[in-house]
T-cell receptor, first 111, second 117 residues
Framework: KQEVTQIPAALSVPEGENLVLNCSFTDSAIYNLQWFRQDPGKGLTSLLLIQSSQREQTSGRLNASLDKSSGRSTLYIAASQPGDSATYLCAVLTGANNLFFGTGTRLTVIP | GAVVSQHPSRVICKSGTSVKIECRSL??????MFWYRQFPKQSLMLMAT?????????EQGVEKDKFLINHASLTLSTLTVTSAHPEDSSFYIC?????????????FGQGTRLTVV
């Protein structure tokens, strides 16, 4: 069964810092990997989608990489802002049409 | 990106009553929608896959008679929590993927916070 792990579970950084969030998965047979943002008590906002054939995707200050063979993905956030404070979730899509989620990294950007 | 709308965002109900949650894809047709549950400080767990015009597929351990799913149109799926009990209190989120191949992007509703008292 696919297992998705995110490290660290929580992270606090001062405003302006660059940071990296990590995601690992046990089964490399995935269709794609998606990074989401979740604000407290809210739904999920899709940030980036990386297909299994791709190595990275970029959107603004966000860059996500995928190394499928090693079962790892990173989300890089440049020049962090207080508005980036949220929980970040990664999820992998398997052939069973199921998204397996990690437990998330709770990010706090301190002004 | 595509928009998935979920309603209500928050509901409080008495133990023993039923609650219906709606999930709509606003700008695309979704033949398949997904229902997730999230407990505090835990990740999302898939409950069931809702298929338009046919029966839903439930994950192991999810009671299909308790969590009734109806997907009567290409833009609407509903989840009804029947005879709700306090242990059903949770955050329920629906999802749909844009049409196309199996690896399209997933979009999520705003979630519904259910509290059973």
């Amino acid at each position: 069964k696919q297992e998705v792990t995110q490290i660290p579970a929580a992270l606090s950084v001062p405003e302006g810092e660059n940071l990296v969030l990590n995601c690992s998965f046990t089964d490399s047979a995935i269709y794609n990997l998606q990074w989401f943002r979740q604000d407290p008590g809210k739904g999920l906002t899709s940030l980036l989608l990386i297909q299994s054939s791709q190595r990275e995707q970029t959107s603004g200050r966000l860059n996500a990489s995928l190394d499928k063979s090693s079962g790892r993905s990173t989300l890089y956030i440049a020049a962090s802002q207080p508005g980036d404070s949220a929980t970040y979730l990664c999820a992998v899509l398997t052939g069973a049409n199921n998204l397996f989620f990690g437990t998330g990294t709770r990010l706090t950007v301190i002004p | 990106g595509a928009v998935v709308s979920q309603h209500p965002s928050r509901v409080i109900c008495k133990s023993g009553t039923s609650v219906k949650i709606e999930c709509r894809s606003l700008d695309f047709q979704a033949t398949t929608m997904f229902w997730y549950r999230q407990f505090p400080k835990q990740s999302l767990m898939l409950m069931a896959t809702s298929n338009e015009g046919s029966k839903a597929t439930y994950e192991q351990g999810v009671e299909k008679d308790k969590f009734l799913i109806n997907h009567a149109s290409l833009t609407l799926s509903t989840l009804t929590v029947t005879s709700a009990h306090p242990e059903d209190s949770s955050f329920y989120i629906c999802s749909a993927r844009t049409p196309g191949q199996a690896n399209t992007e997933a979009f999520f509703g705003q979630g519904t916070r259910l509290t059973v008292v």
